[in-house]
């Protein structure tokens, strides 16, 4: 089977939602449809027609397109058993260790609480894609609205632990603060500096920094290090718990 066809849309201020489209079967699913107009005129630009949707999580601007693409599509809606009371009509509802047909592949769901309570992730391993919402970004993580940092830290370690191929496909173009960040807490890494410049140039350009490569989020990215030494000593915390580490690197880019 070939890998899906993916679409960044992008939606709202700042989001990202996706079109997932296999070519053999015309199966076409969206992942967290912030808006419903750009995923219409996204699918209509390319002959594709709409088979289902899938939310990561609760807040709005990952869902308030759902009511309005179930209606004109027919669709069923794919989503997190735990979030089953803050998302409304869900058709299928999943949790941690679940596979799901999502445009007719494989997908793997993993739980990954930390930004909400009930957040879920979905890894596509025949099309090396991992659909994280807004636990993970591109050099960042999401706000820790709901959980704790030991459920962030833990659900960071599993994708973390996925293939080192995988790319990353999150919900926001939060790259280039989530880099300007990442250089003010780790700025001794030469990899993140020379990462941090193409960020730059790709923005100057107009270009998205989506999807990036999770070997790439390995080196550069400070949210997936704190259980690294010199991650723990660059911030003050040499010989800290990771939780720990992880916790003040949230916090100081709440503040950031």
């Not at 409304?88 to 941690?96: I, L, R, T």
């Not at 957040?119 to 099309?127: A, M």
């Not at 459920?151 to 280039?176: D, M, V």
Request: charged share 20%; hydrophobic share 40%; proline share 6%.
């Amino acid at each position: 089977m070939a890998a899906l066809e993916i679409v960044l849309v992008p939606a709202l201020s700042d989001n990202y939602v996706y079109l997932l489209h296999d070519a053999g079967t015309g199966a076409t699913a969206v992942v967290d449809p912030g808006e419903a107009p750009p995923v219409e005129a996204a699918l209509a630009a390319r002959g594709w027609t709409l088979t289902q949707i899938v939310n990561t999580h609760h807040h709005h601007d990952h869902t308030d397109g759902n009511d309005a693409l179930k209606a004109k599509y027919g669709v069923p809606l794919v989503g997190p058993r735990a979030e089953s009371a803050r998302i409304a009509g869900m058709d299928v509802m999943v949790g941690d260790g679940d596979t799901v047909q999502v445009a007719g592949h494989s997908a793997i769901v993993y739980e990954t609480p930390g930004h909400t309570t009930g957040h879920v992730s979905f890894h596509i391993p025949d099309s090396q894609a991992l659909f994280c919402g807004d636990t993970l970004f591109a050099l960042g993580c999401g706000r820790m609205f709901e959980g704790t940092p030991t459920q962030f830290w833990k659900s960071l370690s599993t994708l973390r632990a996925l293939p080192s191929n995988t790319k990353i496909y999150c919900g926001h173009e939060y790259t280039q603060s989530n880099a300007r960040f990442a250089v003010s807490v780790d700025g001794g890494n030469a990899k993140l500096k020379a990462r941090a410049a193409e960020i730059d140039r790709l923005r100057a350009a107009k270009q998205p920094t989506v999807p990036s490569i999770l070997a790439d989020e390995f080196d550069t990215n400070p949210f997936l290090r704190a259980d690294d030494p010199a991650m723990a000593a660059a911030v003050g915390m040499a010989g800290a718990d990771p939780i720990a580490v992880f916790a003040e690197i949230r916090k100081r880019k709440d503040a950031f």
